[in-house]
C-alpha cells in the first residue's frame, strides 16, 4: 500500500469531524484532519464572502489530509532519497519518491516543525507533523500555495502588493515599498461597506472580462500606527491574535506561538480583521485603479497619473518572478522557476487596460478615512497630477 493511502485510510476511519469544504478564487479544496483545533484554525483563516465579480470556472476539487503523526525524519518510510532539494516559504526539503512513486517532501531542519508532505498527483495531499501545536499552522502556509499556484496557473502575475473593493464595489490594486502604507489602505478601503483582498501579496490575473485581482489566504500583519490609527488598540487588549503566517525563514527569530500586543506587529486571521476592524475579506475584485505607494515627507498627499510606459516601470519593481520566499511551482512535479520575460510583457498587456496612479504620502499622516475620498478623485481624475 502507497505511503499516501496508507496515513489517509487509517484517519479515514479514526475520523468523525466533518470535511472542511474551503474556497478560494478558482481553487476548491477539501480539507480533512482528525484534529479539531486545525479545523477551528483554517476556519477562521478561510473566513470570507462571496466575490461580487463571477470567477472562471472551478478547478477540479483537491483534496488536503492534515494529521498529526510521529517524528517525519523517523517514524514515516518516505523511500529512497531522489537527491534534489526543494524550497517551500524558506523552509528546504528533501525530496525522495515513495513505493508507489509519490513525491514525498521531509522538512530538512528537524529541529523547527517537522513535518513531512506526500503527494501522488499534485493535486491530494497528505501534511503529517509531529507536534499537533503547529498542524494548522503548517496547513494553512500549504493551502496557500495550492491556491497561488493556481492563480499563477492562470497567467496570474504576483505582486508585493494590496488589494481592496470600495464601498462602492470598484476595486483598488497597491503596491509599494514596505512601510508605504499597503496594508493599512487595504484595510481603510475595505471597511465601511468595503472587502479586503489581499494584504501583502496580491496577483493580477487576466480574465475575460478583464483583469481580476486576486489575494492569498494569508495573516494580516499591522505596525503598533496602524493599529493606533485603525482605532483597534482597546480591542486588542487582552486579544491573542494568530502568529506571522511566514515564521520559516532561516533568520526570523523565534516567537512566541501567539504573539501578544504590544510587539512590533501583530498578525490577524481573516477572521478576525471582519470581527475587529468591520472589512471582510473576499478572494477576488475586479481593479479598476491601480496605485503605485511612495512614502515621502509631505504636507499633503498628491497623485499623478502615469503612462503605459511609465506604469511598467514604476509596478515592475513589485512583481515577483519568482518570489524568493515561495516555491515556484507547487502543483507540478517540476519545481523549476519560469522565465521572466513572459511576466513583463503580460505586466505591460494588464496595464495598458487600467488607469495606474503614482501617490506620494506619508501614510502615518495621511492613510486613515480619508483615503476613501483620495482614491475617489484619482478614480474619476484623468489628469496629470492632483495635490501638493
Not at 152 to 180: E, N, Q, S, T, Y
Not at 331 to 353: F, H, W, Y
Not at 357 to 371: E, I, K, S, T, V
Amino acid at each position: 500500500m502507497s505511503l499516501y493511502a496508507s496515513l489517509t485510510g487509517r484517519a479515514e476511519r479514526s475520523t468523525t469531524l466533518p470535511p472542511l469544504d474551503v474556497g478560494w478564487y478558482r481553487l476548491r479544496l477539501r480539507v480533512r484532519t482528525t484534529d479539531p483545533g486545525v479545523r477551528d484554525h483554517l476556519a477562521s483563516q478561510h473566513h470570507t464572502v462571496a466575490p461580487d465579480l463571477v470567477p472562471p470556472a472551478p478547478l477540479p476539487v483537491a483534496d488536503l489530509w492534515v494529521l498529526p503523526g510521529p517524528d517525519p525524519s523517523a517514524g514515516l518510510p518516505p523511500g529512497p532519497p531522489t537527491g534534489r532539494r526543494q524550497a517551500f516559504t524558506g523552509e528546504w526539503y528533501d525530496e525522495h519518491r515513495g513505493a508507489d512513486g509519490e513525491t514525498v517532501l521531509v522538512a530538512a531542519r528537524p529541529t523547527a516543525r517537522p513535518h513531512t508532505l506526500v503527494t501522488r498527483d499534485f493535486r491530494s495531499w497528505a501534511l503529517v507533523a509531529r507536534d499537533p501545536a503547529h498542524l494548522g499552522l503548517l496547513a494553512g502556509r500549504t493551502i496557500r500555495e495550492l491556491v497561488r499556484e493556481a492563480v499563477l496557473g492562470d497567467g496570474g502575475l504576483m505582486f508585493h502588493g494590496a488589494a481592496a473593493r470600495r464601498p462602492g464595489g470598484r476595486g483598488v490594486f497597491l503596491v509599494g515599498d514596505a512601510g508605504a502604507g499597503k496594508t493599512s489602505s487595504a484595510v481603510w478601503l475595505g471597511r465601511g461597506g468595503g472587502r479586503v483582498v489581499a494584504t501583502d501579496r496580491a496577483l493580477l490575473v487576466p480574465a475575460p472580462d478583464g483583469p481580476h485581482a486576486v489575494g492569498l489566504p494569508m495573516s494580516t500583519r499591522l505596525g503598533a500606527g496602524a493599529v493606533s490609527a485603525l482605532g483597534i488598540l482597546d480591542a486588542l487588549r487582552g486579544h491573542a491574535p494568530v502568529r506571522a503566517i511566514n515564521p520559516f525563514r532561516a533568520d526570523a527569530a523565534p516567537a512566541p506561538e501567539r504573539p501578544a500586543p504590544g510587539a512590533d506587529k501583530v498578525w490577524l486571521s481573516n477572521s478576525e480583521v471582519h470581527d475587529l476592524l468591520g472589512a471582510p475579506f473576499t478572494p477576488v475584485t475586479r481593479p479598476d485603479v491601480l496605485v503605485v505607494l511612495e512614502r515621502a515627507a509631505c504636507p499633503e498627499p498628491a497623485f499623478t497619473r502615469l503612462d503605459a510606459a511609465d506604469a511598467v516601470t514604476a509596478l515592475a519593481p513589485y512583481l515577483l518572478d519568482p518570489d524568493p520566499d515561495y516555491r515556484s511551482r507547487w502543483l507540478a512535479a517540476d519545481p523549476a522557476p519560469g522565465p521572466t520575460a513572459p511576466a513583463r510583457s503580460d505586466l505591460a498587456a494588464l496595464v495598458g487596460t487600467r488607469p495606474v496612479f503614482r501617490l506620494r504620502w506619508d501614510p502615518a499622516r495621511h492613510c486613515d478615512g480619508r483615503l476613501h475620498d483620495l482614491v475617489a478623485a484619482m478614480d474619476a481624475s484623468g489628469t496629470a497630477t492632483v495635490g501638493a
